[in-house]
C-alpha cells in the first residue's frame, strides 16, 4: 500500500471528510525538539500509472518556523485545514491557494506549544485548540482572537476531542493525569476523569455511545470510560510497551478503536470482546505518534511517525507491502 | 535552545512515567543523556581537555595619560611591539609557530592602524609569515580579540595565537569624520549613538540613582588599591618596561627614558579634593573628571594556545578561556553593558555569579561601575581589587588585554581559592562584553583516566 516519505518527522496524519484519499499530515524537522516544520497535503492515486511509480501525489505543502504537532481538516470547507505549531500558534491554511498565499491565518495566544487541534464536527464553525501552556482555546474563523479559553489543568493538555453528538460538548487529556469534559455553555469543566496514574497523552469519543469516551496514557493502557458512571473503566487495553499517543475510534464500528504508541507499534482493538487485541502493526521503526482512520472508505487506516513515513493502507493487509 | 530542553523533558517524561506516581514497574529503562547540565555544573568538572583553550602569558605596557604622560612622544606601535616582543622573549616561543595575532585598536583610522600593527610585529622580530588583523568593538576590542583568537583556536584554524589591544590615546583623539545622516532624527536609538560617553553616564546616574558621593567614594576606593597594588610591587609581573623618548614641551630637549611604571595613579586623591571638582557634561550632573576614567595610552598582549600544545612545550597554565559573550543594551545607558555582559557570560561558562571569584570590571564612568556592582549585587571584596581605570586608565583598545594580566597576576597571587574571574566592560554605543577565565591548575590530569565500570564490549580483543 502507498508510502509517503517526508523529510521531517511525522506528527500527525488525517484523511479529508470530503475527498476519498486526500491526507494532511503534519510534521516537525529533528523530531520536534528543534527546527522547522511542514504540512503536506496528500492524494491517494486511484491507480498507479506504472508499476513501481509512487501511490501518493503530494498536492500542497506549507511550511512554518517551528514544528508542527497536530493538524486537521475544517468540517465545513473542503479545502481548510487548520494545524497546531510548536511556538504556540495555529495556522489556517486553504490548499487552493498557493503556498504565498498561505497560511491565511495565523492565531497567536498559546504561550506554549500547541499540541492539538479539533474541529467540530457538528456545528463545524470553530475548532479547539490544546497547548502546553496548560489551557485550551476555542476559536471561529470570523474572529481575529479566541471566543474563549479554558484553564483548569495543570499540565500540559495533549489532546482535545468534541463529542460527535453535542456541538457543545468536548473532552480534553492533559499531562495532569486527568481528563475533563467541558460544555462550552457552562463557566467550568463538567467532569474531571481521574483517568490515570501518570500523563494521559489521548482521548476520544466514541461515534455511536454519546457516553462513551477512550483515554490512552503513559501507563501503557488504553481505558475506555462511560462517562455516566466515571468511577471505573467499562474496559482496560493493555498491550502496548510504552506510553500510547493517539487513539482513534472506529468511524464505522461501534466498539472498535486504533492506537499508535512510543514502542513503535500501531494496534487496533474490540474493546468489548474477551480478546480485546485484534491487530498489531509494526510497519513504523520510530515512534508511531499519528493516526487516523477514513469515515470514507471503511477499513482505510493512515500513520505516521518519527521514522517521516506515512503509509497508508487497508486493515487486514500489510502496511509495508507494495502493489 | 531553552525551548528545546523543555520540549525534550516534555516528551521524555512520556516514556519515563515520573516517579511521584505510584509506580508500574520500577527501574527506568530510559535516561536523559548528558546534554542540559544544570547549574554551576561547570564547578564540578576537574578534568582537563587537550583541545581547551589555555593563556601561557599576559603582559602589559604600563598605562600613561596621553598628551602629557610617558609616552605622549611614542609612536602607537611601538607599544605593540614592546608586548609582542615580551612575549617572545619571556616564553621562548620560536615566532613562526604563532597562527594569528588580533589587535583591538578602536580610534586610530582603520587601514593606517592595520598597517601599524603589522610593522610593529616586524619590529617585534615576527617573520613575515605571521598574519596580523585589528578589531573593533570599541571598548572592549582588546577582549574580543583574545576572544577572537580563542575560537579561532577552537575551530582548529590554528593552534597558537595572540590577543592583543592598543591604543594611543595621544595620537588618535575621538573624532566624527564627514557628515550625519539626516535619517538618524527618526531613529531615537540610532541618535543615541552619537551621545559623548559622559552624558550617557549622566543618564545612567539619573536613571539608576548612583549619587555624586558614591560615585566619588568608588574613584577614591580605585586610586586607592591601585596605589597600594604598584607600592606592594603587583604590576612588576605584568608590566614590561619600554624605553622610549620623551620631549620637553617647553626647551623641546629629548630624552630617552625607561617606563615601567602607570602614570595616571593619584594615591592622595581623597573624597573632599573629588568633591570640589565640577561635572563636565551636565550642570547639575554628577559626572567629573575625577570619577571618570582616564585617557590614556598603552597596549596589552595575550599568548593562547592548546593545552595539548602548552604542556607538549612546557608552558606554565596561566589560565583557561572558558566563555565570551557581548551583549546589547540602549544606547543612551550604554554603560550597564557588563550588567547585562556578566549574567550572559557566567551562564554560557555552566556557572552562577556566585561561583566568580575575582571580577574585573571596567571603570569607564564610575556611575556605570557603581550600578552593575549593586545590579549583580558583588562583594566589593572581589571587585577591581587592584584598582581600575579611573585611576589606572582605559586606553580603549587596550583595555581588555590589560585586565587579562591583571586578572590572571591576581589570580595566581591568591591561590586555588581563587578558581574562576571574569572581566567586563561596557561598550560606546550600548553594548557589553565579559568573559570568564577559569586559573590554570584547578584540573588535575588523572581524573582524564576514568575507571571503567563493566565490560563494555566495544571490542572482543579487549577481553
Known sequence: MPVFKAPFSGYSVRFSPFHEGRLLVATSQNFGILGNGRVHVL???????????????????FDTADGVYDCCWSESHDSLAVSGVADGSLKLWDVSLPSSANPVRSFREHSREAHAVDWN???????????????????????????????????????????????DVFASASGDRTARLWDVREPTSTLVLPAHEHEILSCDWNKYDECCLATASVDKLIRVWDIRSPRAPLANLAGHGYAVRRIRFSPHRESILLSCSYDMTVCMWDYRSEDALIARYDHHTEFAVGIDMSVLVEGLIASTGWDELVYVWQHGTDPRAMP | MEKAINRQRVLLQHLQPSSSASSLDGSPLISASVCAAGDSAAYHRNSSFGDDVVIVAAYRTAICKSKRGGFKDTYPEELLAAVLKALLDKTNLDPKEVGDIVVGSVLAPGAQRATECRMAAFYAGFPETVPIRTVNRQCSSGLQAVADVASAIKAGFYNIGIGAGLESMTANAMAWEGSINPKLSQFKQAQDCLLPMGITSENVAHRYGVNRQEQDQAAVESHRKAAAATAAGKFKEEIIPVTTKIVDPKTGEEKQVTISVDDGIRPETSLSTLGKLKPVFKKDGTTTAGNSSQVSDGAGAVLLMRRDVAMQKGFPILGVFRSFAAVGVDPAVMGIGPAAAIPAAVKSAGLQIEDIDLFEINEAFASQYVYCCKKLELDPAKVNVNGGAIALGHPLGATGARCVSTLLNEMKRRGKDCRFGIISMCIGSGMGAAAVFERGDVVDELTNARRIQSQNLLSRDAM
Open chain 1, 121 to 167: 464536527p457538528v456545528r463545524r464553525d470553530s475548532f479547539l485548540s490544546a497547548s502546553w501552556d496548560d489551557s485550551l482555546k476555542l476559536w471561529t474563523l470570523d474572529r481575529p482572537a479566541s471566543l474563549r479559553t479554558f484553564r483548569e489543568h495543570s499540565y500540559c493538555v495533549y489532546a482535545v476531542s468534541w463529542s460527535p453528538r453535542h456541538g
Open chain 1, 43 to 61: 492524494d491517494l492515486l486511484p491507480s498507479p500509472a506504472a508499476p513501481g511509480a509512487p501511490a501518493i501525489a503530494e498536492v500542497a505543502a
